[in-house]
Nanobody
């Protein structure tokens, strides 16, 4: 089973930057795509960015040109570099990983516990 531990959230002024990290640990066969989502109170969790094992990335329109997702496959870690932050980026950010527990298993999804990002105006 995979455990995901996020770090790097905090309070920043508008226009500032933050870098989130999410490290996967535990017992698993392989990790496929990794992603960052975010959620604000009363709203559904929304996709922010995804990255494949080969480094192919996709972004929500609202964060393109400002956020960059990357990963270190050797460390089983995914990052989210957030620049030019806006107050509307304020949310709890969640890491997601799709993994297999064994070569023959199905793919599972695992979520991190979330890290708060607050952008002040």
């Amino acid at each position: 089973q995979v455990q995901l531990v996020e770090s790097g959230g905090g309070l920043v002024q508008a226009g500032g930057s933050l870098r989130l990290s999410c490290a996967a640990s535990g017992t698993f066969f392989s990790i496929n795509a990794m992603a960052w989502y975010r959620q604000t109170p009363g709203k559904q969790r929304e996709l922010v960015a995804t990255i494949s094992t080969g480094g192919i990335t996709n972004y929500a329109d609202s964060v393109k040109e400002r956020f960059t997702i990357s990963r270190d496959n050797d460390k089983n870690t995914v990052y989210l570099q957030m620049n030019s932050l806006k107050p509307e980026d304020t949310a709890v950010f969640y890491c997601n990983a799709r993994y297999k527990s064994a070569a023959w298993s199905i793919w599972y999804d695992r979520w991190g516990q979330g890290t708060q990002v607050t952008v002040s105006s």
